[in-house]
T-cell receptor, first 112, second 113 residues
Framework: DSGVTQTPKHLITATGQRVTLRCSPRSGDLSVYWYQQSLDQGLQFLIQYYNGEERAKGNILERFSAQQFPDLHSELNLSSLELGDSALYFC???????????FGNGTRLTVT | GESVGLHLPTLSVQEGDNSIINCAYSNSASDYFIWYKQESGKGPQFIIDIRSNMDKRQGQRVTVLLNKTVKHLSLQIAATQPGDSAVYFCAEIRNSGYSTLTFGKGTMLLVSP
């Protein structure tokens, strides 16, 4: 058990809808990272937060947004969903930039 | 189980053999490297890491080798077991203001009893 909790495990929704994915980092970790994993793209970095502030952005679409709350949990909001957004979404947390990230077990999003 | 990739390089070995998984990285400025293991239906799990001031690091049954000259990383698994079957990713830290972890495409390891 990595200590990173993601909910829900599975999410099925229709195109055009909006969903929110939730992540609780490991106790003591201030950084939260979101990654998208699809069959043909591998693990793609989306966005990073540190202690409530956005720190780095990767290949995140404008339809996607995230935030980290004062209790350090984070939410990833995906809107105007398209079929191509179907993927596994992972949250990871870390202590500092040069330490290993610990991943949750992901949320599988299926857009129909 | 869920597949994490349909077109991954695959390494098939017999139980008890040693496995070597290779990875090429692109950024010569990367200074920290990590190997992750991902089993079906789970998130990536940390295996071992190495910093750029080292060329070898050993863990329990695993060894990571770093060749900075040719930007190559390898993971050696001794006495491979069926439970080692998974997708293995190398990841590098690329310093770009704030460090972000960038993953390679992964290699699927299949261990036959």
């Amino acid at each position: 058990d990595s200590g990173v909790t993601q909910t829900p495990k599975h999410l099925i929704t229709a195109t055009g809808q909006r969903v929110t994915l939730r992540c609780s980092p490991r106790s003591g970790d201030l950084s939260v990272y979101w990654y998208q994993q699809s069959l043909d793209q591998g693990l793609q970095f989306l966005i990073q937060y540190y202690n409530g502030e956005e720190r780095a952005k990767g290949n995140i679409l404008e339809r996607f947004s995230a935030q980290q709350f004062p209790d350090l949990h984070s939410e990833l909001n995906l809107s105007s969903l398209e079929l191509g957004d179907s993927a596994l979404y992972f949250c990871a947390s870390g202590t500092n930039p040069n330490s290993p990230l610990h991943f949750g077990n992901g949320t599988r999003l299926t857009v129909t | 189980g869920e597949s994490v990739g349909l077109h991954l390089p695959t390494l098939s070995v017999q139980e008890g053999d040693n496995s070597i998984i290779n990875c090429a990285y692109s950024n010569s400025a990367s200074d920290y490297f990590i190997w992750y293991k991902q089993e079906s239906g789970k998130g990536p799990q940390f295996i071992i890491d190495i910093r750029s001031n080292m060329d070898k690091r050993q863990g329990q049954r695993v060894t990571v080798l770093l060749n900075k000259t040719v930007k190559h990383l390898s993971l050696q698994i001794a006495a491979t077991q069926p439970g080692d079957s998974a997708v293995y990713f190398c990841a590098e830290i690329r310093n770009s203001g704030y460090s972000t972890l960038t993953f390679g495409k992964g290699t699927m390891l299949l261990v036959s009893p």
